[in-house]
């Protein structure tokens, strides 16, 4: 499932960029402001339906166009699929195989993309939420049921928290958020374990110790979801929000005895984050045979030698197509690319 062809328009500062892709690994080198981090946020569209550092889209149309268009296309089961998406005044248009209208859903299981960047170290020191939208998308490449268990369930959860606003309860809704919620529940913890096996080596590889993983569900495990949405109700009806539930869940991460949240550096952060990755892109390389296209912005940002030469040998053996930015080739010293490019003021060149 790697993406073979890139072309962009209108996009931030890229007007035209047109790229044919090695499966394997690229690299982009150029200054800051010259548009890497751009072109890779155009690959995320492309896969994910939005940015991985803006939530509206339209601010990514480059100023004076009428709107930006990502096209691809992507090696997938056998077949080379051609993925686009268009945003302009009208909202978000999206094409898959030169039909109209297909789901965002259905672009983004042919193109799986994941990211490291600066920030990634929000999936550490940020809030649950952070932590459910990592693991909702690990889910959702792994196992295809997951998306209508999520759907129903977060409807149901909306039409509960409706009812305790009014103040009527029937009993029935507890019934149908513990059924939906359980799904979800099992099937998080299954991908967790995978999860976990994924990471073996990559704590030690790039921290020096073991990272390991412990799911949250939302409630207590020494009752069923039904009993502890009963037991809250009371407490539910005074914040007119459902307490207790898989929209609670969390992802608990320690390194050896220590808790990644407060007791390491942001750099330790940065590379516990990053194994994370490195393991969800494991894990559909072991389930589907290939681990989609890793995004990797910069990754010697705040990372001392030593920790960027670790990192660069775990991408190096990552069953993964990846597309890797970086200021210049020596500033990721021993990285061997098959396709290097150098970017300058938007514009796109390939490195002899």
């Known amino acids: 499932m790697p993406l073979s062809r890139l072309r962009i328009e209108f996009f931030r500062c890229l007007t035209h960029v047109e790229l044919a892709l090695d499966p394997e690994q690229n690299y982009f080198f150029g200054p800051n402001g010259a548009g890497k981090t751009s072109l890779l946020e155009a690959i995320h569209v492309l896969g994910r339906g939005r940015s991985f550092r803006l939530r509206q889209n339209?601010?990514?149309?480059?100023?004076?166009?009428?709107?930006?268009?990502?096209?691809?296309?992507?090696?997938?089961?056998?077949?080379?699929?051609?993925?686009?998406?268009?945003?302009?005044?009208?909202?978000?248009q999206l094409r898959?195989?030169?039909?109209?209208?297909?789901?965002m859903t259905e672009l983004a299981h042919i193109l799986p993309v994941y990211v490291i960047e600066p920030s990634v170290h929000f999936l550490i020191e940020g809030g649950p939420g952070e932590r459910r939208r990592f693991l909702d998308w690990g889910v959702f490449h792994v196992e295809p049921n997951y998306i209508p268990a999520?759907?129903?369930?977060?409807?149901?959860?909306?039409?509960?928290?409706?009812?305790?606003?009014?103040?009527q309860f029937p009993e029935s809704w507890d019934r149908m958020i513990a059924a939906s919620g359980m799904q979800i529940t099992q099937a998080r913890e299954r991908y967790v374990e995978e999860l976990g096996k994924a990471l073996a080596g990559l704590g030690e590889a790039l921290l020096g110790q073991p990272l390991e993983l412990n799911y949250r569900p939302g409630w207590r495990m020494d009752r069923t979801l039904q009993v502890a949405l009963r037991q809250s109700r009371q407490r539910d009806r005074q914040t007119g929000a459902t307490q207790v539930g898989p929209h609670r869940a969390d992802l608990e991460i320690r390194l050896g005895a220590r808790g990644v949240r407060e007791e390491i550096s942001r750099g330790q952060q940065k590379l516990a984050a990053a194994a994370l990755v490195l393991a969800q892109v494991r894990v559909l390389a072991e389930t589907k045979g290939r681990g989609g296209t890793l995004?990797?912005?910069?990754?010697?940002?705040?990372?001392?030698?030593?920790?960027?030469?670790a990192l660069?040998?775990?991408?190096?053996?990552?069953?993964?197509?990846?597309?890797?930015?970086?200021?210049?080739?020596?500033?990721?010293?021993?990285?061997?690319?098959?396709?290097?490019?150098?970017?300058e003021q938007g514009r796109v060149y390939p490195m002899l």
Request: net charge positive; aromatic share 4%.
């Open 312 to 343: 660069l040998s775990a991408l190096d053996t990552l069953p993964a197509q990846r597309i890797i930015t970086g200021l210049t080739e020596t500033s990721l010293t021993g990285s061997q690319a098959s396709s290097t490019f150098h970017v």
């Open 58 to 92: 339209k601010r990514l149309i480059q100023h004076d166009a009428p709107g930006f268009t990502v096209f691809g296309e992507v090696h997938h089961s056998g077949r080379t699929h051609k993925l686009g998406i268009t945003v302009d005044a009208g909202g978000r």
């Open 96 to 103: 898959l195989d030169g039909k109209k209208g297909p789901a």
């Open 295 to 309: 995004l990797v912005d910069d990754p010697a940002a705040e990372l001392d030698e030593a920790a960027l030469g």
């Open 150 to 167: 999520w759907r129903r369930y977060r409807r149901v959860l909306g039409q509960r928290n409706a009812a305790l606003r009014t103040g």
